[in-house]
């Protein structure tokens, strides 16, 4: 995005605790470095960025995430031994002294912390060895994402200007209805229909909200909260003041699997990347479902559920939550409405692929995307797409990493040309 010359740059913020934990989790691996060049290209990408804090900020966290790591570690480790360490006792039958010590061990052979040692369930065989077979975030964020963006411009983390762009190279895509920002100052007249709001620049669904149409411009969320046309309006302009807003039409999901949901519109993750002929080709999927009280948004993140998306068939597997509380384990069906997950093949399945590549082809200047996507009865439709997806999405429900991966194989050879 060109800005203005007048235009002020947004401010980073000095200090960001994600990145402190993607800092404490890649330190072991980049410390053995120093001995021995990493054998992995995923390590290499890593350890490249790991001592080349450009910002203060880069510095604070690579400083913080050393001097924190006696105390935070062992923190980390006796919180999650609390919250999920007779659970996996119970179930599983692995004692809580054989977790603890393989928490600590998977940290030092892997950089893997305490919450993906249970979202991952390393306890399961062989923590460390299985631990280096997933892509951690630490590689992905602190180094491949990096690399692969490069000099990408096409506009995946704008939703305004992503759907402009979709409808300009005729990719099917939900549209936008209203765009609010600090300079809206009269409350629009708001379309007599359900409403999802979302902020133009967020991502995991956090600030999102869903409006259910329920008399003449009486409007009301899922929680019971109601509002009128102009006084929703109105609280949109001013929400908007401080960060940009987008209004879409709601979106109803295909019949098929409505009721995989408790309101939230379902979507399935695709992850696309650049082959060796330099097509887009579709490498992973996962179909996320809300449950509980969420009824706007589907995302793991936040409560969700998801689970394995066979690329074949669009059969779809056991789905679980992000894994980092164990209690919930493995669902067929759902938790909710009691409707079948494992084993549903998903509808329009080769239409869902086909959009995938399509839009990627419309975004060529990217190496790998997420692309969100809703089935709908008249077939898929693009939500979103992610320029930084998080692997994590794929790799918990599978319960298998992607470094051997098809996914894994094209990124290291992408990493390879760039890093020499």
Not at 146 to 163: E, H, M, T, V, Y
Not at 202 to 218: T, Y
Not at 312 to 331: C, I, P
Request: with cysteine; glycine share 8%; charged share 25%.
């Amino acid at each position: 995005m060109v800005a203005l010359i007048t235009r002020r740059r947004p401010r980073r913020k000095l200090f960001r605790l994600e990145h402190l934990v993607y800092r404490t989790a890649g330190l072991p691996v980049a410390l053995r470095a120093i001995v021995a060049p990493p054998a992995n290209v995923f390590d290499r990408a890593l350890v490249h960025q790991f001592w080349r804090p450009h910002r203060v900020n880069q510095w604070l966290e690579l400083i913080g995430a050393m001097v924190l790591l006696p105390v935070s570690l062992p923190a980390a480790v006796a919180f999650y031994l609390v919250r999920n360490g007779r659970t996996i006792r119970r179930r599983e039958g692995v004692t809580i002294g054989r977790q603890c010590y393989e928490m600590f061990s998977a940290y030092v052979a892997a950089g893997v912390l305490p919450p993906w040692y249970y979202a991952f369930e390393l306890y399961r065989d062989r923590p460390p060895r299985r631990a280096k077979t997933f892509l951690h975030r630490f590689n992905t964020h602190g180094g491949v994402y990096d690399f692969i963006k490069g000099g990408s411009q096409s506009p995946l983390n704008d939703k305004r200007k992503f759907a402009e762009h979709c409808a300009a190279a005729g990719i099917p895509h939900v549209s936008q209805l209203l765009y609010l920002d600090k300079t809206s100052q009269t409350p629009p007249d708001l379309p007599q229909r359900d409403l999802f709001v979302k902020p133009v620049s967020g991502r995991g669904g956090k600030g999102a909200e869903r409006w259910d149409l329920v008399s003449e411009s009486l409007f009301r969320t899922p929680s019971g909260e109601q509002l009128s046309g102009a006084e929703l309006a109105a609280g949109l302009c001013r929400r908007a003041r401080k960060r940009a807003l987008l209004v879409q039409p709601r979106m109803i999901a295909h019949e098929q699997v409505r009721r995989l949901s408790t309101g939230a519109l379902s979507t399935v993750r695709v992850l696309t990347c650049v082959n060796e002929q330099g097509d887009p080709e579709v490498v992973e999927a996962t179909f996320r479902m809300s449950i509980g009280r969420n009824g706007t948004v589907d995302n793991i993140h936040a409560g969700g559920i998801a689970a394995e998306v066979c690329l074949d068939n669009g059969e779809v597997g056991k789905a679980s939550n992000l894994g980092f509380d164990a209690r919930l384990g493995w669902l067929s069906i759902h938790p909710d409405t009691g409707a079948t997950i494992e084993g549903l093949r998903l509808p329009c399945w080769a239409e869902v692929k086909a959009l995938a590549v399509r839009a990627h082809r419309a975004f060529d200047d990217r190496i790998l995307i997420g692309w969100d996507i809703a089935i709908l009865d008249d077939g898929p439709i693009l939500i979103e797409g992610n320029s930084s997806p998080d692997l994590d999405l794929h790799q918990r429900p599978a319960l298998r990493g992607l470094v051997a991966s098809r996914a894994g194989q094209l990124l290291a050879a992408h990493l390879k040309a760039r890093l020499g």
